[in-house]
């Protein structure tokens, strides 16, 4: 008599999640949220696979701990953000003036597009102890402060920035007026009335650039 042929499944191996890369993504947004909104140090493993609807057994699966989550967040969310800032400044190195519209540019996009970026930054970068703070100045503050460096440098020789303004400082100027209006976004938005809205971040990149390369008139005694 003729075998009646199997109609199960293949069997899975055990703990191997299904769901594929849709899960693990999931849990990279979760926890760049997280950390953004309450800081890496108080944000258990549960709280981001809650957030991102699967269980923390799964979380462990795919990073084996918090730690790996944070690792996973700077390779997969923030790298590619600071590569975009340096390909915007390196596209126009020959033109510094079109350099440092471009970075300015890119900058508030990235920023306005991405509000959990500069969050992230006040807490695990600015401030004491933070989770990124090493991290960060090993991994993108050399590149991108020895590439705006250069634009400056070469902006001071041609005459685009003023050449009595150490550079240093000037790019502490750029990056502030940058990144300071999304870390304060309910005080820009809510009190001065500056939008923050997508259709509004050229404008306001632009008068970032009119006030460093004109400045906001005489103010003498």
């Not at 084996?64 to 400044?89: M, Y």
């Not at 402060?145 to 685009?160: H, N, P």
């Not at 820009?188 to 809205?197: E, I, K, N, R, T």
């Amino acid at each position: 008599m003729k075998a009646k042929a199997s109609t199960s499944r293949p069997r899975r191996a055990p703990g191997r999640p299904t769901g594929g890369l849709s899960q693990r993504e999931a849990l990279i947004d979760a926890a760049r949220e997280c950390f953004a909104r309450h800081g890496f140090a108080a944000t258990p493993l549960r709280q981001i696979a809650r957030e991102a609807h699967v269980t923390p057994a799964l979380a462990h699966y795919y990073f084996a701990s918090k730690d790996g989550l944070l690792a996973a967040v700077v390779e997969e969310r923030i790298a590619p953000l600071v590569g975009s800032l340096a390909g915007a400044l390196a596209a126009a190195a020959a033109d510094p003036a079109s350099a440092l519209r471009a970075f300015v540019h890119e900058y508030s996009r990235i920023a306005a597009e991405n509000p959990w970026l500069p969050r992230l930054i006040l807490r695990e970068v600015l401030s004491d102890g933070g989770a990124l703070r090493e991290r960060f100045q090993e991994q993108f503050a050399g590149l991108l402060e020895a590439r705006l460096r250069a634009v400056i440098v070469a902006g001071q020789a041609t005459g685009v920035l003023d050449p009595t303004l150490a550079p240093s400082r000037l790019m502490l100027s750029v990056l502030s007026l940058c990144l300071f209006p999304f870390v304060a976004a309910p005080l820009v938005s809510g009190v001065l009335g500056v939008s923050l809205a997508p259709a509004s971040i050229p404008a306001l990149a632009e008068h970032h650039l009119a006030v460093l390369t004109h400045g906001i008139g005489r103010l003498e005694p």
